[in-house]
T-cell receptor, first 117, second 114 residues
Framework: AQKITQTQPGMFVQEKEAVTLDCTYD???????LFWYKQPSSGEMIFLIY??????QNATEGRYSLNFQKARKSANLVISASQLGDSAMYFC??????????????FGAGTTVTVRA | NAGVTQTPKFRVLKTGQSMTLLCAQD?????MYWYRQDPGMGLRLIHY???????AKGEVPDGYNVSRLKKQNFLLGLESAAPSQTSVYFC?????????????FGSGTRLTVV
């Protein structure tokens, strides 16, 4: 079963506008972590933001914020004031099982964002 | 710069050939991972290691083997390459248990099996 679901294969956004990328997850663990990564056309994976399941505040990193709704099991990424350089593929990921000897990430299929001038 | 280095960056193999992908990190991370990326499927975990001398199977381990003889290196081997193994391979490492500091990825290896 899919653990991470990203329902938007592709999105267009106008420069300087905000965009929200959807991510829902499935886990029975109480302790887990949620991540967003950016993959530009050059191919590298760039870490953007992290949210722990016990964190009460939504994570923010510069123009990136994570809208964490635990009851809904969603972890949407909000990019504010989009820039042309934000055009990339974005992956949501989850790490389950803190305390278990298993620290792997599970990834969603990704969302391609294209920023228009 | 400190980070994760993967070699080679590109490779073309014939079906049945073998090869080894090397991942090296200089951040003293305990945990290392090999992922493959295929269109529309995100990244899938092949094998991982929680410390020197240990390895474990991930989501899609068939056709691959790994070794972690030194803490800084994690090798991924293909004994008999198949066209289904055409993919982009990423190595990653992490320091903390939670990964809250972010897993560090290498730049990837694009492998084509013909």
């Amino acid at each position: 079963a899919q653990k991470i679901t990203q329902t938007q294969p592709g999105m267009f956004v106008q420069e300087k506008e905000a965009v929200t990328l959807d991510c829902t997850y499935d886990t029975s663990d109480q302790s887990y972590g949620l991540f967003w990564y950016k993959q530009p056309s050059s191919g590298e994976m760039i870490f953007l933001i992290y949210q722990g399941s016990y964190d009460e505040q939504n994570a923010t990193e510069g123009r990136y914020s994570l809208n964490f709704q635990k009851a809904r099991k969603s972890a949407n990424l909000v990019i504010s004031a989009s820039q042309l350089g934000d055009s990339a593929m974005y992956f949501c990921a989850m790490r389950e099982g803190l305390g278990a000897n298993d620290y792997k990430l599970s990834f969603g299929a990704g969302t391609t964002v294209t920023v228009r001038a | 710069n400190a980070g994760v280095t993967q070699t080679p960056k590109f490779r073309v193999l014939k079906t049945g050939q073998s090869m080894t992908l090397l991942c090296a990190q200089d951040m003293n991370h305990e945990y290392m991972y090999w992922y493959r990326q295929d269109p529309g499927m995100g990244l899938r975990l092949i094998h991982y290691s929680v410390g020197e001398g240990t390895t474990a199977k991930g989501e899609v381990p068939d056709g691959y083997n790994v070794s972690r003889l030194k803490k800084q290196n994690f090798l991924l081997g293909l004994e008999s390459a198949a066209p289904s193994q055409t993919s982009v391979y990423f190595c990653a490492s992490s320091y903390s248990i939670s990964g809250a500091d972010g897993y560090t990825f290498g730049s990837g290896t694009r492998l084509t099996v013909v």
